[in-house]
């Protein structure tokens, strides 16, 4: 559900949701600024553009449509995601398969994020963010008509590496779109509510569907074909204008980039390695993603075997937990910006570390489920958080790699938990689900506190852009 180096204004997350600019800078004949002067924008202008630059630049489609496109994209990604948790006990039964054998499940989804981590760059620079409109739905639609099929085991672990590339490029490119923008905070909380929102919805339907509709399956793959193909017009409305010159414009680069250009470009790919703030956060969202991931995708399980819960209700405290997850992203940015993005973080952790040991200790299936659900909305707003924090220590040239870096990398961690979970639970049962979030938790603490501080308002971006020394 986040820019080179600006000067943003004093705690940007407090700005009101519209701000306006103090005069028609449109009209203006001098130059646009360049990304170390401040500048004000408004909200209604693309992220990182310049008002001069806006103007010249053509035909586009209001910002609020594109953002609720890609809100409407999220809440896809999330329901994809989200479900594969309820499959879980659904393909052991189909194929047969084992607790570890059905956890590759988890397994190949970094492959399609590995892939996008690669082409996020070339496409924006080759076709703009229209480009991304087409990939990301493209690869989706393949996923869900190939699931729907219900293939061989193996050809089903395919076409979820071919899903996951989609929903890589997509949640790679818009995380780092919503973070050039003023109001940064307010959007990727749209954002990664809407992805919540979908992670909510998603078990819902799908344990209705299954449970109570006894429906096959592999027929929970037609309704997500149905969304995707919604996704790709919706994304190719809201995105039809906006090419690879704008993004070149939008990046105060040319349109067409010179040899010296390309490699310059391809510098700044090795750039984002130079920083300390990208590692941390690579390791951040490998534990949280993994934490999330490790829930979601074991909690139908795990409420199936020991708290000796109906598969509805598994399916629904998979469904709270996304709920949770959604409400935490909105209602918790109100504290986020009265306590500060470093202390609201710590204590919504520490709180997730209250409600786990709750989960743990009361083995009664509606209060797991209530327990599963507050989790849920502590971790909420622990993704955007990270993102946000990472936009505000690198320059805005680094932040479609750098975003792309560690969404892969968290992704890693939300294959890599949940399997070494699945690999664990063939050999000492499931019950050992409560010991690796609980270490999950407390590891995510850890790295989060490992954060550098952000630059002081008024400072320059560069401040809090600290370089790994050779």
């Keep these: 559900m986040a820019p080179a180096a600006t000067a943003h204004p004093a705690h940007p997350e407090r700005e009101p949701l519209l701000t306006t600019t103090s005069g028609d800078s449109a009209a203006s004949p001098s130059p646009p600024q360049r990304d170390n002067e401040s500048e004000v924008r408004s909200w209604a202008s693309d992220p990182g553009k310049s008002p001069a630059a806006s103007a010249g630049q053509g035909r586009s489609t ?246 000796r819960a109906s598969a509805y209700l598994a399916s629904l405290s998979s469904s709270g937990f996304g709920i949770g997850q959604a409400t935490g992203r909105v209602a918790l940015g109100v504290v986020t910006d009265k306590l500060g993005i470093r202390t609201a973080t710590i204590v919504y952790l520490v709180a997730a570390l209250a409600f786990e040991v709750l989960f743990a200790t009361i083995h009664v299936p509606e209060f797991s489920a209530a327990a599963i659900a507050l989790l849920g909305f502590c971790l909420g707003p622990l993704f955007p958080s990270g993102v946000y924090t990472l936009t505000r220590l690198l320059p805005r040239e680094l932040h479609v790699g750098a975003i792309s870096f560690v969404v892969l990398i968290g992704q890693v961690g939300g294959a890599l938990l949940p399997f070494g979970l699945g690999a664990l639970a063939e050999s000492l049962g499931i019950q050992v689900f409560q010991v690796v979030v609980f270490a999950q938790l407390v590891a995510t603490l850890l790295i989060w506190l490992a954060f550098p501080s952000l630059p002081q308002p008024g400072a320059s971006l560069m401040a809090g852009a600290e370089e790994i020394s050779p």
């Design 62 to 307: 209001p910002l609020l449509s594109r953002i609720a496109a890609a809100m409407f994209s999220f809440v896809v990604l999330g329901m994809m995601v989200s479900t594969l948790g309820v499959m879980v006990p659904r393909f052991e039964e189909h194929y047969g398969l084992s607790d570890f054998r059905v956890s590759f499940v988890f397994l190949v989804w970094p492959v399609g994020y590995l892939g996008a981590a690669y082409l996020n760059g070339a496409v924006h620079r080759r076709f703009g963010q229209w480009g991304i409109a087409v990939a990301g739905p493209l690869f989706h639609i393949v996923f869900a008509a190939v699931a729907a099929l219900h293939p061989p085991f193996p050809v089903l672990l395919v076409a979820l590496a071919v899903g996951s590339l989609g929903t890589g490029i997509l949640d790679g490119s818009f995380c780092a779109w919503a973070g050039g923008m003023e109001n940064a905070n307010i959007v990727q909380g749209f954002l990664h509510g809407s992805y919540s929102a979908g992670a909510a919805i998603g078990p819902f339907l799908a344990g209705t569907m299954l449970s109570v509709g006894h429906a096959p399956w592999y027929s929970w793959y037609y309704v997500l074909l149905g969304a995707s193909i919604l996704e790709a017009a919706a994304l190719l409305l809201a995105f039809r204008f906006e090419d690879s010159e704008k993004y070149h414009a939008s990046h105060q680069q040319a349109p067409l980039l010179d040899a010296q250009e390309e490699a310059s470009a391809t510098d700044s790919k090795g750039a984002i390695f130079k920083h300390y703030a990208t590692w941390i956060c690579a390791a951040y969202f490998l534990a949280c993603i993994g934490t999330e991931n490790a829930i979601s995708g074991w909690i139908v399980v795990f409420m199936m075997r020991v708290n």
